[in-house]
């Protein structure tokens, strides 16, 4: 039996006798084997093979040595000292790149500060002018109130001695003042009012103003299917900025993003009402649109409150600060459904298809080959529309969504040819001045595999929303599935495939996504396709 190669003695350098012979000098030179053997070894071990003097090979040996010494002392020693003496500049371009990133992220932070206090001052000066103009206004009212408290109790005065000693003509006199007063109780003057709504999340809008970090190396570039973010553990702890200040240890919250590996069904009922749009909202429950009536049902399906109202309705959007519906009716207005009640808030020039409302309080309208981004007042802050006869970025905007990330904007155009477009329907990326990012136009790598209610038909976004961790949710309506692309536009997967039309897709902040299928029969299902893990 072979001996095991683990268990064959080697000899170690500088060892002059054999480790198969104890004691016998190493004096020959094996030149089968290529090692160094003794005598006893040639009648064993080495029987038959060549062998010599090791005196007789050491001269071979030297010129190899010496062209080593020669070799890696000129070229491979002064490789090694450049590599060495470049490690010094590589410290200080380090400590300079990063000493540089801090100074300029220090004066951002300076200067955001400096625009912060000035605005809060602007603001405070603003509530002051306000105050002092109401003080005045009440105080003129109150005024005016004990002047005519004054003059009618003189009147009074004035009929009573009518009455007690006057003659017939004075009680005549008298019944016609008071048929006809010349004083009227003062009008109450219409105070300056103000409001002031806390961002109950600014972490996002601190990051867009602070501007955008970049890193690589060192294992730090994060997927869209593993997202980490740090995140309070929202159980009454102080803040890292509180534990910082009172010296105690900082542990970060850190939540970690996964896709599931099968999208899970979480609900699934028949809708009460037709839907055209759909709207979760913040407490679970989620308002749907049909034509001219608004209807917001809960998370089973039950019908909690419907709003009905004689004009057709396109589109409707959550804002995500004040959490009140905004709707574009087909009349060229916007409003904001108030406690039941429609708000009229301003009037498009053309006719509004499509509407959004961003967390930064603006109104993003789609029209007819452009969309345009208003304040809630109406003003035009920017818009797509096409200079000349240039082809327009959006033609037939048909749903908008913002990216709670980076606050990108995504449309979904149907690109009608009678509006300048293809007849191919996409979805167009931007950023938030409108400037195109990237389109997409239903491309699934053929490596991915089908499932058999894959219908191959071309790609229809009837809606588009984003998730809370910038991935884009679009439903692919002729092809009865969802699909999830990354906010850079890489496909990651289709996250369900349905036996009907995709109608409708909307997102809530547990990032269940709301999906309706059906064109008569309506059906919604809640899903399910990502998990958050916290760790600390």
């Not at 004066?107 to 002092?132: F, I, N, P, R, V």
């Not at 690589?216 to 980490?228: E, F, H, K, V």
Request: aromatic share 6%; net charge neutral.
């Amino acid at each position: 039996m072979a001996t095991p190669i683990s268990q064959i003695p080697l000899r170690i350098k500088g060892q002059t006798t054999c480790i198969h012979h104890r004691g016998r000098q190493l004096d020959l030179y094996c030149e089968k084997c290529q090692e160094l053997v003794c005598l006893k070894c040639l009648s064993s071990i080495h029987k038959t093979h060549p062998v010599c003097e090791l005196s007789e090979i050491s001269p071979q040996k030297e010129p190899d040595i010496k062209n080593f010494i020669d070799r890696t002392e000129k070229n491979d020693l002064v490789q090694i000292g450049k590599y060495i003496n470049s490690t010094d500049t590589l410290l200080k371009d380090n400590t300079s790149t990063f000493e540089k990133l801090s100074q300029k992220i220090k004066l951002q932070t300076d200067q955001l500060k400096q625009e912060l206090d000035m605005l809060t001052a602007q603001t405070l000066s603003l509530y002051y002018k306000m105050e002092e103009d109401n003080t005045k206004l009440i105080k003129k009212y109150k005024q005016d109130l004990e002047m005519y408290e004054k003059q009618l109790k003189q009147q009074i005065q004035e009929c009573k001695a009518a009455l007690q000693r006057g003659s017939h003509i004075q009680i005549y006199d008298t019944f016609c003042e008071i048929q006809s007063p010349t004083h009227s109780l003062p009008v109450k003057p219409v105070l300056g009012t103000a409001n002031f709504t806390t961002n109950e999340n600014p972490q996002d809008h601190l990051k867009t103003a602070l501007g955008k970090v970049t890193t690589s190396g060192q294992d730090q570039t994060l997927t869209d299917q593993d997202r980490s973010v740090s995140t309070s553990d929202d159980q009454g702890q102080p803040s890292t900025q509180q534990q910082q200040r009172s010296g105690a240890k900082v542990k970060k919250a850190v939540t970690t993003y996964k896709l599931l590996p099968q999208t899970k069904v979480v609900e699934e009922w028949k809708s009460p009402c037709d839907i055209d749009s759909i709207c979760p909202t913040t407490d679970g429950q989620v308002w749907t649109l049909s034509y001219d009536t608004f209807t917001l049902l809960d998370r089973k399906g039950k019908v909690i409150q419907v709003v009905e109202h004689n004009v057709c309705f396109n589109d409707i959007s959550l804002s995500p600060t004040t959490h009140t519906l905004w709707v574009c009716e087909n009349k060229n207005n916007i409003m904001q459904l108030v406690t039941g009640r429609k708000i009229h808030r301003f009037s498009t020039k053309e006719n509004p298809l499509c509407i959004c409302v961003t967390a930064s309080n603006h109104v993003i309208v789609g029209m007819t080959k452009h969309i345009s981004k208003f304040t809630t007042a109406g003003k035009m802050v920017c818009s797509t529309m096409a200079k000349g006869t240039g082809k327009p970025l959006v033609c037939t905007p048909h749903r908008i969504s913002e990216c709670p990330v980076t606050h990108n904007v995504v449309v979904a155009d149907f690109n009608i040819e009678r509006d300048g477009g293809d007849g191919k329907q996409h979805v167009v990326v931007m950023d938030t001045d409108f400037k195109e990012l990237f389109v997409y136009r239903g491309d699934i790598p053929s490596t991915y595999r089908p499932t058999p209610q894959t219908r191959g038909k071309p790609f229809y976004p009837c809606d588009v929303v984003y998730d809370s961790v910038g991935n884009l949710i679009i439903g692919d309506c002729n092809n009865y599935r969802v699909l999830l692309i990354s906010g850079g536009g890489e496909f990651l997967r289709i996250i369900h495939t349905d036996t009907d039309l995709t109608v409708a897709v909307g997102i809530d902040r547990e990032d269940v996504l709301w999906a309706v299928f059906g064109y008569t029969n309506k059906v919604t299902k809640q899903l399910v396709y990502l998990v958050t893990m916290t760790m600390t």
